[in-house]
């Protein structure tokens, strides 16, 4: 589902014209998102998607919704029908534009002190403002990683070798040519030879893997964008209350006709500066990308799991929690504190080298360790 749900940049046009417009841009937009950012979600395998329980939206949790509009502005912020947001997003405009279906809570979240880090950066005399700006776009540019890749590359004279080689590991076989010095005395007899060398061929037996990520850094990335879409959305709505229209959107821009340059001056006077975040702009650009329309998409669902719960007579009974571990299929220990036996119900029932424990921490592995020295 979130493969088809991505959060992505949004280039596009409303009213088609092959004049030059104008812009009016965003300075360094993600690094302005970034600084916008308070807290960092760490989402991993072991957080799922859950009915919606009518909870308070909570900025940094992932929603998958429904957008109960299909007009210009609501597909600025919505890309399709259902689709996922953050309630970042969520909080900042109206209730009546979307319905909440599911949500997906972040197992942590991490303090970003982005502001801090960021002014550290564009304080530093040492780095020109290229470097500064190519720092941030790199950075921004890693956190979209999906998968780690891996190749290998083996070689053999002979191809008979690298083709069993291949037959055996799996990979592709290939060829390149070289040359190689060839004796004085009978250069002149080798087929392919030129001067002093003959060719050669080589063999390459390769491999090539690739992993996706699961927890990876693109939903702080998805959030940067989501948080532009934000943006776009609120300036096009200023816009257009103030008889501004737009022809297209542009990534961290809105172009607009070049005979309203007074009344952007006008409408954004304020915000117009060359601080991170500020609006600039900037001259004769062209239109392009396809016309902003609403995917109608089909909702998704999610796998539902049934639960039942099980009375245990004797809490401190390791007989019983074994054969209830060895009854049911699948358990689910909870307890709110630390330390009252999960761990120790949980392997009842089982042999010392039967039993692997998985954990999404590190921290919580490490305690782990320690418990699966003492079994």
Not at 41 to 60: A, L, T
Request: glycine share 4%; net charge neutral; with cysteine.
């Amino acid at each position: 589902m979130e493969k088809a749900t991505m959060l992505t940049p949004i280039c596009c046009s409303f009213q088609w014209t092959d004049a030059p417009l104008i812009a009016l841009d965003m300075n360094k937009a993600y690094t302005s998102n970034l600084k916008d950012m308070v807290k960092f979600p760490s989402f991993n395998s072991f957080d799922k998607y859950q009915d919606d329980d009518q909870h308070p939206i909570e900025d940094y949790t992932m929603y998958y919704v429904k957008a109960t509009r299909t007009n210009e502005q609501s597909s600025i912020l919505f890309a399709s029908r259902f689709s996922r947001a953050y309630g970042y997003k969520l909080n900042r405009i109206s209730k009546d534009l979307f319905e909440v279906i599911s949500f997906k809570r972040p197992s942590n979240l991490l303090d970003t002190n982005s502001s801090q880090r960021i002014k550290e950066l564009y304080d530093n005399p040492t780095l020109t403002m290229d470097a500064k700006k190519q720092i941030i776009n790199v950075l921004v540019g890693m956190l979209e990683k999906k998968s780690n890749n891996q190749s290998s590359c083996k070689l053999f004279l002979d191809k008979g070798e690298a083709q069993y080689y291949v037959d055996e590991t799996g990979g592709k076989v290939g060829n390149l040519s070289f040359y190689e010095d060839c004796p004085a005395d009978d250069s002149e007899y080798q087929l392919f030879a030129t001067g002093n060398q003959k060719e050669r061929t080589i063999y390459t037996a390769t491999h090539k893997k690739d992993r996706e990520l699961i927890d990876g850094f693109l939903p702080i990335k998805e959030m940067v964008y989501d948080i532009q879409r934000l943006k776009l959305y609120r300036l096009y709505a200023k816009c257009k209350n103030n008889g501004i229209q737009t022809h297209g959107i542009k990534t961290d821009c809105l172009l607009v006709k070049t005979s309203d340059h007074l009344k952007l001056l006008e409408v954004f006077a304020k915000k117009i500066c060359n601080k991170v975040g500020g609006l600039k702009i900037e001259r004769d650009k062209r239109l392009f990308g396809e016309r902003l329309e609403m995917v109608e998409n089909e909702e998704q669902h999610f796998p539902k799991t049934e639960v039942t719960t099980l009375d245990i007579q004797d809490e401190f009974d390791k007989k019983e929690h074994g054969d209830s571990n060895l009854t049911n299929n699948k358990l689910l220990y909870l307890a709110k504190d630390a330390g009252c036996g999960k761990s120790t119900a949980s392997w009842q029932g089982y042999a010392k080298e039967e039993v692997v424990f998985v954990s999404p921490f590190n921290a919580q592995s490490i305690e782990l360790k320690k418990e699966a020295s003492m079994l």
